[in-house]
Each structure stands twice: as C-alpha cells, then as structure tokens.
C-alpha cells in the first residue's frame, strides 16, 4: 500500500448542486505484486468448466 497526497480541489454536491471545495488529504493505493498477477492472469481463480472455457478463449 501506498499514501498519495491529494490536494485541495473544488467540485459540486450532487444533492444540492451547489459549488463546494474538498479539503486537501491522504488517498490510499494499491499496488498488487507478481502473484496476484499471475493468477489473475492465469485464470486460477475461475473454477469449473468456465474456468476451461475462459483459458480456451484466451488462446
């Protein structure tokens, strides 16, 4: 996980369309490493036939 710094930036309230500024803050990131990857990839979290029929697909 990452903290990024998001700064101060305006926008509108959907509810009450009025013009607003969001205070500045820390967002949180997510950096998935080689194994997550490669299952995803790989298809190894797919069970089942679907799972043989996503990997024929995807040849």
Do not use: C
């Not at 990024?4 to 509108?12: C, D, Q």
């Amino acid at each position: 996980f990452r903290a990024k710094a998001v700064p101060e930036r305006k926008g509108i309230n959907p509810l009450t369309g009025k013009k607003t500024a969001f205070a500045p803050g820390v967002r949180v990131s997510f950096k998935p490493g080689k194994p997550l990857k490669e299952t995803v990839e790989n298809g190894r979290f797919i069970k089942g036939k679907t799972r043989k029929k996503a990997l024929k697909r995807k040849m």
